[in-house]
């Protein structure tokens, strides 16, 4: 089973740029997504980007040309550039890994705090 661990969270002005990153203890080459999810208080975990093994991407409409997934499969990692944060994007940050069984599995999560 593999064990996911993130990194990079923190506090930023708005306006600044953070990059998180996640750390798989086993190889990325066998999931078939990768992914960054984030949740607000009192709001549901929603999706922020995915990665596909293919390398096709997914974003939310609101990270759209601010936020930019990849992934590192020498390194085992995944990581999420944000660029031009925005006080709505705080939350705790999570990163998601999806087996081709449809298994997903979790990181504890690293908290993004942007102030105005």
């Known amino acids: 089973q593999v064990q996911l661990v993130e990194s990079g969270g923190g506090l930023v002005q708005a306006g600044g740029s953070l990059r998180l990153s996640c750390a798989a203890s086993a190889s990325i080459l066998s999931f078939a997504s990768m992914g960054w999810y984030r949740q607000a208080p009192g709001k549901q975990r929603e999706l922020v980007a995915d990665i596909t093994s293919g390398g096709s991407t997914n974003y939310a409409d609101s990270v759209k040309g601010r936020f930019t997934i990849s992934r590192d499969y020498a390194k085992n990692r995944v990581e999420l550039q944000m660029n031009s944060l925005k006080p709505e994007d705080t939350a705790i940050y999570y990163c998601?890994?999806?087996?081709?069984?449809?298994?997903?599995?979790w990181g504890r999560g690293t908290q993004v705090t942007v102030s105005s």
């Open positions: 998601g890994l999806t087996n081709w069984g449809a298994n997903q599995y």
